[in-house]
């Protein structure tokens, strides 16, 4: 049972473009949502979140959107650059237990040149 | 400050083996979660620790146990080793792990090779 999904397994995006990475989730209990960006054989790095009682949270060049009653929530890349290109997961988790991330599967963003 | 530090970072066992990870948190921080990640499963949940008791369980067999210290560090020990558990397995720490808006970091992981 995948309740958290990123149906986009690659992205393929041109340096300064925007980057747009989906996520859709099932569990509406879920309250925090957070993006985490992972190069091969190293650990997550954190990005960037959100709580359910927001729709929107900036972080310079990282927009997370959350459209609860669609149960989905992007993340914006502006502008893409080359070190952009890793592997991002979303993640979600419920109140209470903030350190039980549920993760998605990820999406491969290729930014190029 | 240091972050999340995980030992060893690389190793390999043979089946039936055992083995023990060990996580140091991010000073100040009391909660411990360990991960497994795998090409077929993704990132999954193993357990959490705060304050030397476990307090959040994922759906792993019991091979899977961990424990934490009174200094926050942890270790997660796998008995019987099998094939499928080759695997990274990471470590992530916060402050306290419970409420939303408690970021958290992650180490460098654990590559276990399962031969």
């Known amino acids: 049972d995948q309740q958290v999904k990123q149906n986009s397994p690659s992205l393929s995006v041109q340096e300064g473009r925007i980057s747009i990475l989906n996520c859709d989730y099932t569990n509406s209990m879920f309250d925090y949502f957070l993006w985490y960006k992972k190069y091969p054989a190293e650990g997550p790095t954190f990005l960037i979140s959100i709580s359910s009682i927001k729709d929107k949270n900036e972080d310079g060049r990282f927009t997370v959107f959350l459209n609860k009653s669609a149960k989905h929530l992007s993340l914006h890349i502006v502008p893409s650059q080359p070190g952009d290109s890793a592997v991002y997961f979303c993640?979600?988790?419920?109140?209470?237990?903030?350190?039980?991330?549920?993760f998605g599967t990820g999406t491969r963003l290729q930014v190029t040149l | 400050k240091a972050g999340v530090t995980q030992t060893p970072r690389y190793l390999i066992k043979t089946r039936g083996q055992q083995v023990t990870l060990s996580c140091s948190p991010i000073s100040g921080h009391r909660s411990v979660s360990w991960y497994q990640q795998t090409p077929g499963q993704g990132l999954q949940f193993l357990f959490e620790y705060f304050s030397e008791t476990q307090r959040n369980k994922g759906n792993f067999p019991g091979r899977f146990s961990g424990r934490q210290f009174s200094n926050s560090r942890s270790e997660m020990n796998v008995s019987t080793l099998e094939l499928g558990d080759s695997a990274l397995y990471l470590c992530?720490?916060?402050?306290?792990?419970?409420?939303?808006?408690?970021?958290?970091?992650f180490g460098e992981g654990s590559w276990l090779t399962v031969v």
């Open positions: 993640a979600a988790s419920l109140t209470g237990t903030a350190s039980k991330l549920t």
């Open positions: 992530a720490s916060s402050v306290t792990g419970r409420s939303s808006g408690n970021t958290i970091y």
